[in-house]
């Protein structure tokens, strides 16, 4: 005797049977659905490799970033991490920075920094980087929160609407049996299964996707800060205002010590050589 017995879905006929008795308005709500569904899965699988292809080059970004003793060795090596956020900020903070030191460079005990003026700009560049960065993160998430929250909304609408054509057609005909109703409360229902089937997968993936571009996010705002704070204590000119003066003071005491001993020379040289100075002047 058979306890159990199981028939698959699809096989039984019932999706079948209930589209076939579906109306047109039901129809075209399933229809809807499948484009949504269409989207909700191109994004999915999109999103899904973007975040494992970041998640594997930050690993490797990382890793060599903190092996490096220098905070702009992988940029002087050029070194490349394609699809990381970090990377992409790294390099933005590095391009604005070597700009500004081959352009703006502050020379410093015999080494050359930026001011902090300049570095302000450096700064900007990655905010602007990791703002840049997260929205490419959260690209198309928009798509999975739609068919989140309307799939069933929509299949509700289609059963609503074929549960009234069902009742409708029943009330002209003058048959209330279950037999005449069945048919089109089937058709009607199809329309919400196919809405749940459409969002169910999709919330599951938004909130994967969604509490991974967070943690990305959040790891992209901290190497932001200690990026900018290696930044700093490597090359940027912090001291105070009074010793930069005082610096700039004997630079250009230097510098005219060095002119009036060019001076000197001259004056020297003239004087050696009357008959050059005799004739020069008539």
Request: proline share 3%; aromatic share 10%.
């Amino acid at each position: 005797m058979t306890l159990f017995s199981f028939n698959p879905l699809l096989a039984s006929g019932a999706l079948q049977f209930a589209f076939e008795k579906a109306t047109l308005e039901g129809k075209i709500t399933i229809g809807t659905l499948v484009i949504v569904s269409l989207f909700s899965w191109t994004v999915i699988l999109t999103k899904v490799r973007q975040l494992w292809i970041a998640r594997r080059e930050a690993r490797r970004f990382f890793a060599a970033y903190r092996a490096a003793r220098d905070p702009l060795e992988l940029f002087r090596k050029n070194e490349v991490f394609e699809g990381a956020p970090a990377y992409s900020l790294y390099l933005s903070g590095a391009e604005e920075f070597d700009y500004h030191l081959q352009h703006h460079a502050v020379a410093v005990g015999g080494g050359r920094r930026i001011s902090a003026a300049s570095f302000d700009s450096v700064k900007v560049a990655l905010e602007r980087t990791a703002s840049a960065e997260a929205l490419g993160l959260e690209k198309g998430m928009v798509v999975l929160s739609t068919a989140v929250a309307g799939g069933p909304f929509i299949g509700l609408l289609g059963t609503v609407w074929g549960v009234m054509e069902t009742f409708s057609g029943v009330a002209r005909a003058n048959s209330a049996s279950l037999t005449a109703m069945a048919p089109g409360v089937a058709g009607a229902l199809i329309a919400t299964v196919i809405g749940l089937l459409v969002a169910i997968p999709a919330m599951f993936a938004y909130n994967f996707m969604v509490t991974s571009i967070r943690a990305i996010t959040q790891e992209l705002d901290n190497f932001a800060s200690e990026y900018a704070t290696a930044l700093e204590h490597g090359y940027v000119d912090n001291r105070p205002l009074a010793e930069e003066l005082s610096e700039a003071n004997r630079m250009l005491a230097g510098q005219i010590e060095r002119s009036n001993e060019q001076l000197g020379d001259r004056i020297l040289e003239a004087l050696r050589t009357p008959e050059g100075v005799v004739g020069r002047g008539t």
